[in-house]
Nanobody, 115 residues
Framework: QVVLVESGGGLVQPGGSLRLSCAASGFSFSSYRMMWYRQAPGKGRELVAEISNFGRITNYADSVKGRCTISRDNTKRTVYLQMNDLKSDDTATYYC????????WGNGTLVTVSP
């Protein structure tokens, strides 16, 4: 079955950077689009970025465009989210998701942006 394990979150000051990772198992990773979502306290889950199965196509939410880069390494079965120039509004729990099973959600990784 699908298993996704997110990591890399933490406390960072405004303007700082973080690189999130999501390790996947239980499915043919290179066959599926991967996504990063986030959920801020008291808000719904929103799509942050997505990447096609071989990484040729990426899309970003307007709120992170120009500051975040999604990438994947199919040999490592891992998808990444590089986040730069972080803002307080980026504070959220970040989840990865796969088109293989849109209903599966891991535990996420918490990003806190604070002075």
């Amino acid at each position: 079955q699908v298993v996704l394990v997110e990591s890399g979150g933490g406390l960072v000051q405004p303007g700082g950077s973080l690189r999130l990772s999501c390790a996947a198992s239980g499915f043919s990773f290179s066959s599926y689009r991967m996504m990063w979502y986030r959920q801020a306290p008291g808000k719904g889950r929103e799509l942050v970025a997505e990447i096609s199965n071989f990484g040729r196509i990426t899309n970003y939410a307007d709120s992170v465009k120009g500051r975040c880069t999604i990438s994947r390494d199919n040999t490592k079965r891992t998808v990444y989210l590089q986040m730069n120039d972080l803002k307080s509004d980026d504070t959220a729990t970040y989840y990865c998701n796969t088109a293989r099973d849109r209903t599966y959600w891991g535990n996420g990784t918490l990003v806190t942006v604070s002075p």
